[in-house]
């Protein structure tokens, strides 16, 4: 069984920085692309960011230069890290992974989320 579990979400001020955190677990054989999606109340999750494993980044217009999406391979690891924080980033932020298990085919997995809310 393989899980996915974020941590990092909070309440932060405007203008504020946030780090969000997502561990890969279990019977895992290769994990090829992360990245991160969110959810906004009343809106449909958006992708925000993705990387490949040998790095390469990509990043949604709208948090692009003020966004940063990172990956540790040895610890099955991938983190965001958010500055210049607004309101309208506020949502449910998903960690997700293509991830072939030791028994299992390649698929893709979900976290549960963590709430980021940007208010004053």
């Known amino acids: 069984q393989v899980q996915l579990v974020e941590s990092g979400g909070g309440l932060v001020q405007p203008g504020g920085s946030l780090s969000l955190s997502c561990a890969a677990s279990?019977?895992?054989?290769?994990?090829?692309?992360m990245g991160w999606y969110r959810q906004a109340p009343g809106k449909q999750r958006e992708w925000v960011a993705a990387i490949t494993s040998f790095g390469s980044t990509n990043y949604a217009a709208s948090v692009k230069g003020r966004f940063t999406i990172s990956r540790d391979n040895a610890k099955n690891m991938v983190f965001l890290q958010m500055n210049s924080l607004n309101p309208e980033d506020t949502a449910v932020y998903y960690c997700s992974a293509i991830i072939r298990g030791s028994t299992l085919p390649r698929y893709n997995y979900w976290g549960q989320g963590t709430q980021v809310t940007v208010s004053s």
């Open positions: 279990g019977s895992i054989f290769r994990i090829n692309d």
